[in-house]
Each structure stands twice: as C-alpha cells, then as structure tokens.
C-alpha cells in the first residue's frame, strides 16, 4: 500500500498559476492526477510512468499542466499554468504498482485524500 500525501492547490484567478505536489511513500509503477468537479465525475488529468518516464496528458490541460518528479523524494509536482474556471475541482493524487499508464481511476489501487483548486472568472 502507497501512503499518497497531497499538498497545494487554493484559489487562484482565472489566467494564474498554481502547484501541486503529491509525496508517495514509496515508487510507485505510475502516478497520477486526477479531478472532480462538483457534479460530474473523476477524470484523469495526467499520470507518469515512475521508470519508464513517459507521461499523459488530458486534452483538456495539455500545453498548460506540466509534471515534474523528484526521484529521490518520490514526489510528483504538477505546474498548473493559465487556470481556467473549468478547471475548478478536487485533485486527487493516485498511484497503481503496475508499470503502465491507464486512464482509468478504477486502474489505480492508492489515493490521496484530495486538495482543492478553485479558479475564479
């Protein structure tokens, strides 16, 4: 079982910059960002692959989310740049052992408890 730790997110207003950052207790195969807005379901954001490298990013981010890691810390940081008020949710961080990138939550046995990203028009 990977602890997930979850830290960032706030308010921001719409065209700004916020941070996230996900502590793992260990490497996990991949790690992911998912969100829920108010009424709608959870849907991923972007995930890692730990080893591999190779990344995924919902359409709906790409060119403005960004994820870096810290190996040694296993921490995932998403830059999230030009907020939009679409992009308001609770951020989920989730991690899977297995080595490959799904887009599915239900693919994903570790979760964070969530932070708030609230984006003002």
């Known amino acids: 079982q990977v602890q997930l730790v979850e830290s960032g997110g706030g308010l921001v207003q719409a065209g700004g910059s916020l941070s996230l950052s996900c502590a793992a207790s260990?490497?996990?195969?991949?790690m992911a960002w998912f969100r829920q807005a108010p009424g709608k379901v959870r849907e991923i954001v972007s995930a890692?692959?730990?080893?591999?490298?190779?990344?995924y990013y919902a359409p709906s981010v790409k060119g403005r989310f960004t994820m870096s890691r810290d190996n040694a810390k296993n921490t995932l940081n998403l830059q999230m740049n030009n907020l939009i008020p679409e992009d308001t949710a609770v951020y989920y961080c989730?991690?899977?052992?297995?080595?490959?990138?799904?887009?599915?939550?239900?693919?994903?046995?570790?979760w964070g408890r969530g932070t708030q990203v609230t984006v003002s028009s």
């Open positions: 989730a991690a899977r052992d297995n080595g490959r990138i799904i887009i599915l939550e239900r693919g994903y046995e570790n």
């Open positions: 260990s490497a996990p195969g991949v």
């Open positions: 890692i692959g730990w080893l591999a490298g190779n990344s």
